[in-house]
Structure formats: structure tokens, C-alpha cells
């Protein structure tokens, strides 16, 4: 999601936790999504829901974002439009990921967006990353070794490979996000709801393709008070609800606590997985799983140290 950067006071204490509260929430949701989406889809199933999805908050935010999304230029449209491509494709990857490994798995391998980003990011602008980031990228692909190896040395899952493509092509939406000037100043609300359609346009027509599952309305009839409980919880709360939290919080709170909070997700990820689905690491997945955690953790204070040394 996009979310507008803004110089705010500081707040009290109080205050303070009145703000965290609602965005540890997005990312718990955020976190359980993974097990939520694994416990409704299967491998037949994936493009189908993924249009339910979306298409069931789109609406919503077409409605609510009706007069912007009529001040966005053309440009500004094809812009989003394209990013949408790009989020398709990661939606696309993260749930046949999740499909074939552990909501744990998944939630922890996708949190090296946060290391893939300032690393690619390095690149483009031929700086070289702190060592200290560097440390912290290598502790987290040892994690990611570990934590993939829990049930023994083995090859890493279909699964554990997809969910590493989905945070490499999140680290290129968040990339493209930044480089697309025809974007640059456009509403937040307006330039999700446009992403989310077109998202939702690659999902129709893959749908309609031969060999790619069952149809959505097909899923849908087929759908029980569980399931549909599941896909709600994926609409609902996942993608509106998380949405027009950041809105809300950005103009509250420092855009890095803001990301140090929505950077908790693969703990919640986590504990959902072991608490509510009943995974298992072992002691190896263990040490890996802790490790993911570290690496991004420190990886991500030593970028926003570096992108603060260079800005001062």
C-alpha cells in the first residue's frame, strides 16, 4: 500500500499508544492473512479467490475515492495501472506460495522485502550499503536456509522458492513506486483503488483462461460459512481496513515508526501459524525463523540510519 509521508508533531504517551494500537493491528491481520488465505485455497483455487478478494473490496473504494480517482491525469492512471500488473503478479506469487509451505514459512521469507529493497535499491543509485546492512542481509539468508531446513536438510519447497520470488517482486513494486514520476503527487486512495482494479482485471482474464482453476463464481457457490468467514477476513480486514489504518496513522505518527510497526508482521505470521494452524519449526527452524527477525530487524535500522546520514 502507498502511504504519504508527513512532518508531524510529537505526540504524548498516550497518544502515542492510541496510535500503535491500530497499526499493530493491520499488522497482526496482516500476519494471520497467510494462514487465513492457506485455509481457503488450494492449487485449483488460487486465481479464483484472489479475484474474490479484491473484487469484493473494490467497490468500496471506487465509492468512497469516486472525485479523486476523476482528478488523476492519464498519466497517472497508466502509472497505477501498470504497478497493478506488477501487485498482481505478487499476489499471485505469495498465494501458490502459501499453498505449497507453512503460513510460518511464508510470512518470515516474505519479510526480506525489507533487506531485497535497500539492497536493489544500492544498486540503481551505485552507492555502496553499509556494512552493517550487509551484515544484517547475510544473517537473514542464513535464517532463511534454517528456517526452510526445519524437518531436516532438504531442498527448499516449492512453496519456500515462491514465497522468495514474491519478496523480490515486492521489492520492485516498492521500487517502481518510487521511480514513476507520473505518479509523484498523486492521491494515495485514488492510486490503490486503480492498482486493486487492475489487479483485478489480470485476475479476471487468467481466470478465463483454460487450465488455470475454476472460476470465481464457481468457488464462491462452493464456498462454506468457514470459508467465505476466511475471504471476508482477507477483504475486509486485510486489504480495506489495513488501508485506511496507514491513511489514518500516517498523519499521526513518523513514517519510520510506522514501519517499524507494520514490521512486526512475521512475528504475528508466526505465531498464528503455530498458536491457531499448528506448524512446527523444530529447533533448526527455530534458529532460523529468530534469525529472519534479527537480520531484517537490524537491516532495516541500519537503511533508515543510512538514508538519515545522507539526507543530513
Same mark, same amino acid.
Given at each position: 500500500?502507498?502511504?504519504?509521508?508527513?512532518?508531524?508533531?510529537?505526540?504524548?504517551?498516550?497518544?502515542?499508544?492510541?496510535? &500503535?494500537?491500530?497499526?499493530?493491528?493491520?499488522?497482526?491481520?496482516?500476519?494471520?492473512?497467510?494462514?487465513?488465505?492457506?485455509?481457503?485455497?488450494?492449487?485449483?483455487?488460487?486465481?479464483? =479467490?484472489?479475484?474474490?478478494? @479484491?473484487?469484493?473490496?473494490?467497490?468500496?473504494?471506487? =465509492?468512497?475515492?469516486?472525485?479523486?480517482?476523476?482528478?488523476?491525469?492519464?498519466?497517472?492512471?497508466?502509472?497505477?495501472?501498470?504497478?497493478?500488473?506488477?501487485?498482481?503478479?505478487? @499476489?499471485?506469487?505469495?498465494?501458490?506460495?502459501?499453498?505449497?509451505?507453512?503460513?510460518?514459512?511464508?510470512?518470515?521469507?516474505?519479510?526480506?522485502?525489507?533487506?531485497?529493497?535497500?539492497?536493489?535499491?544500492?544498486?540503481?543509485?551505485?552507492?555502496?550499503?553499509?556494512?552493517?546492512?550487509?551484515?544484517?542481509?547475510?544473517?537473514?539468508?542464513?535464517?532463511?536456509?534454517?528456517?526452510?531446513?526445519?524437518?531436516? @536438510?532438504?531442498?527448499?519447497?516449492?512453496? &519456500?522458492?515462491?514465497?522468495?520470488?514474491?519478496?523480490?517482486?515486492?521489492?520492485?513494486?516498492?521500487?517502481?513506486?518510487?521511480?514513476?514520476?507520473?505518479?509523484?503527487?498523486?492521491?494515495?486512495?485514488?492510486?490503490?483503488?486503480?492498482?486493486?482494479?487492475?489487479?483485478?482485471?489480470?485476475?479476471?482474464?487468467?481466470?478465463?483462461?483454460?487450465?488455470?482453476?475454476?472460476?470465481?463464481?464457481?468457488?464462491?457457490?462452493?464456498?462454506?460459512?468457514?470459508?467465505?468467514?476466511?475471504?471476508? @477476513?482477507?477483504?475486509?480486514?486485510?486489504?480495506?481496513?489495513?488501508?485506511?489504518?496507514?491513511?489514518?496513522?500516517?498523519?499521526?505518527?513518523?513514517?519510520?515508526?510506522?514501519?517499524?510497526?507494520?514490521?512486526?508482521?512475521?512475528?504475528?505470521?508466526?505465531?498464528?501459524?503455530?498458536?491457531?494452524?499448528?506448524?512446527?519449526?523444530?529447533?533448526?527452524?527455530?534458529?532460523?525463523?529468530?534469525?529472519?527477525?534479527?537480520?531484517?530487524?537490524?537491516?532495516?535500522?541500519?537503511? &533508515?540510519?543510512?538514508?538519515?546520514?545522507?539526507?543530513?
Amino acid at each position: 500500500m502507498a502511504s504519504i509521508a508527513v512532518p508531524v508533531p510529537a505526540l504524548a504517551p498516550r497518544r502515542t499508544w492510541l496510535t &500503535d494500537l491500530p497499526v499493530l493491528l493491520v499488522a497482526g491481520v496482516w500476519g494471520a492473512s497467510y494462514l487465513a488465505a492457506k485455509d481457503i485455497t488450494t492449487p485449483g483455487t488460487v486465481v479464483a =479467490v484472489l479475484a474474490l478478494r @479484491f473484487a469484493i473490496v473494490l467497490p468500496v473504494l471506487a =465509492v468512497a475515492g469516486q472525485r479523486r480517482l476523476r482528478g488523476l491525469t492519464a498519466a497517472q492512471w497508466r502509472g497505477a495501472g501498470a504497478l497493478g500488473v506488477v501487485l498482481s503478479g505478487i @499476489f499471485l506469487l505469495e498465494t501458490y506460495g502459501i499453498v505449497h509451505t507453512s503460513a510460518t514459512n511464508a510470512g518470515l521469507i516474505i519479510s526480506l522485502t525489507m533487506i531485497f529493497t535497500p539492497l536493489a535499491e544500492a544498486v540503481m543509485t551505485r552507492t555502496a550499503p553499509r556494512r552493517g546492512f550487509l551484515a544484517a542481509a547475510g544473517l537473514s539468508v542464513l535464517g532463511v536456509m534454517l528456517l526452510t531446513q526445519g524437518g531436516g @536438510f532438504t531442498a527448499p519447497s516449492a512453496g &519456500d522458492l515462491l514465497m522468495l520470488l514474491a519478496a523480490l517482486a515486492r521489492t520492485v513494486h516498492v521500487l517502481a513506486m518510487s521511480r514513476i514520476r507520473a505518479i509523484r503527487g498523486a492521491d494515495s486512495l485514488s492510486l490503490t483503488t486503480v492498482q486493486l482494479g487492475s489487479a483485478v482485471a489480470v485476475f479476471a482474464v487468467l481466470a478465463a483462461v483454460p487450465g488455470t482453476g475454476a472460476a470465481p463464481w464457481t468457488v464462491a457457490a462452493g464456498f462454506g460459512l468457514r470459508a467465505w468467514a476466511g475471504l471476508l @477476513f482477507l477483504s475486509v480486514f486485510c486489504t480495506l481496513f489495513a488501508f485506511v489504518v496507514q491513511m489514518w496513522a500516517v498523519r499521526r505518527t513518523s513514517p519510520s515508526r510506522l514501519s517499524l510497526l507494520l514490521g512486526t508482521e512475521p512475528l504475528w505470521a508466526a505465531a498464528v501459524g503455530i498458536a491457531i494452524g499448528g506448524e512446527h519449526l523444530g529447533a533448526v527452524g527455530l534458529c532460523g525463523g529468530l534469525l529472519v527477525l534479527a537480520g531484517t530487524t537490524w537491516g532495516r535500522r541500519s537503511a &533508515d540510519r543510512g538514508a538519515a546520514a545522507v539526507g543530513s
